[in-house]
């Protein structure tokens, strides 16, 4: 015998739950093949109680004992008389009691639909076979159906820092109709189980369980990863410096690889366009490398898509406005200050300066702003003193810069 107990109310059988949280009714008494030996007792706290057993609708006695024996889908009042401590105690419950056994679902089949006719963000499961309806009654005769609870398991994945992980999951679904409706479809292809129903799982029951044949996801999520080149010298102002930052000095060569949910997703489209206009420009591909050479603002953006489904994902770059700024003094002794004539800058796409002596004569020349002069001419040190210098430079931003000006050239203590 196995008893479980709520409040005053108690069920000796092989398999049984009580539940008190339904309207209209005290208690609903879920039991599993009801025999002539299965009992609904009552718990009275006191032998000047009295009991007394009615089948409602009507109010027909039909025990005066603390026991009943059940029939299914049968409701009873169960009424206690009588004084306790001294007072009057009188109170009335209701019961209403179904055997599980002859409402057992009998599934066939969990089929999903053909992945032209459905939605992206949606998936309706239909479960073939049969599903008996269960209901109660109160005792005013109102009828309330009962909600079956069945539990689907599927697969799926999710995206967290930076990365796809498997995600296992699993959730209550109620069937309406023969179809389970699916908030979230997956991510991946999977199976479905279709496990239940709640009472089966309560009363301590093999649940019946159904699988899909397997399922070819179609639902899309797109996700961005960047690599920005990394620049080293300091002479940059808002040089990148980071390999996740999207902003900083021209040219700012940043490489995008989609970690869309492939192979699920399977076409890749990259825009690029400077403040809400028009892409200019349009690729395809897993990946896209684009160096920014103009200021502004821009919006990547990644359209990850299959034949059914399409999501996308976005990131804003920012490209610094060009400046350049030279020195009127260097000092190339070797104590790794200030050892060259290099020019302070940033979001510059194009320079040459010209070093000249007191004569106009060219000492030095170079291209690269990130590098500069150290204060040689043909491998040997240049005189300390006075030089000229020219400088033609152009910005993302398209400013052109022509600069003239003196640049001290000072020894101090030589490291020759």
């Not at 009992?39 to 032998?47: G, K, R, T, Y």
Request: aromatic share 12%.
């Amino acid at each position: 015998m196995t008893t479980v107990s709520a409040q005053q109310i108690r069920i000796s059988s092989g398999k049984g739950k009580i539940y008190d949280q339904y309207i209209g009714v005290d208690y609903l008494v879920m039991m599993y093949d009801i025999d002539a030996a299965a009992e609904i007792s009552v718990i009275l706290p006191a032998s000047t109680l009295t009991v007394k057993w009615f089948r409602y609708p009507g109010n027909f006695e039909i025990s005066n004992q603390n026991f009943i024996n059940p029939d299914d889908n049968t409701g009873y009042l169960l009424k206690i008389e009588g004084t306790l401590n001294g007072q009057v105690y009188n109170k009335e419950m209701s019961i209403w009691v179904i055997d599980y056994k002859l409402y057992e679902p009998a599934l066939t089949a969990l089929k999903f639909p053909d992945p032209a006719s459905t939605g992206c963000n949606q998936l309706s499961l239909s479960v073939e076979g049969q599903i008996p309806a269960m209901f109660y009654k109160a005792p005013n005769q109102q009828q309330y159906s009962i909600d079956r609870e069945f539990n689907l398991q599927y697969e799926s994945l999710e995206f967290e820092d930076g990365e796809w992980r498997d995600l296992p999951m699993e959730m209550p679904v109620l069937i309406t109709d023969n179809t389970v409706e699916i908030s979230e479809p997956p991510f991946k292809d999977t199976y479905f189980t279709l496990k239940g129903d709640q009472f089966a799982r309560d009363l301590g029951l093999e649940p019946y369980e159904i699988r899909s044949s397997l399922y070819q996801a179609i639902r899309v999520s797109a996700h961005i990863k960047t690599e920005t080149e990394v620049r080293e010298e300091k002479n940059e102002g808002d040089r990148p410096d980071e390999i996740t930052v999207l902003s900083g000095s021209a040219p700012l060569d940043i490489n995008f690889t989609s970690l869309s949910n492939e192979p699920v997703a399977n076409f890749f489209r990259w825009e690029i366009n400077a403040d809400g206009q028009e892409p200019f420009i349009v690729r395809t591909g897993t990946s896209h490398n684009y160096s920014f050479k103009e200021a502004g603002t821009f919006t990547v953006k990644l359209i990850a898509s299959n034949n059914y489904c399409t999501d996308a994902d976005s990131v804003v770059v920012k490209v610094s406005e060009s400046a350049v700024y030279a020195p009127n003094v260097f000092t190339p002794n070797g104590d790794g200050i200030n050892d060259e004539f290099r020019v302070a800058y940033k979001s510059i796409i194009e320079f040459d300066c010209w070093v000249y002596n007191r004569w106009g004569q060219e000492v030095y020349h170079w291209t690269d702003p990130q590098k500069g002069w150290d204060g040689t001419v043909k491998g040997r040190p240049a005189s300390e003193g006075a030089y000229f210098y020219v400088i033609r430079a152009k910005g993302a931003d398209g400013i052109e810069y022509k600069l003239k000006g003196d640049i001290n050239l000072l020894r101090g203590k030589e490291n020759l």
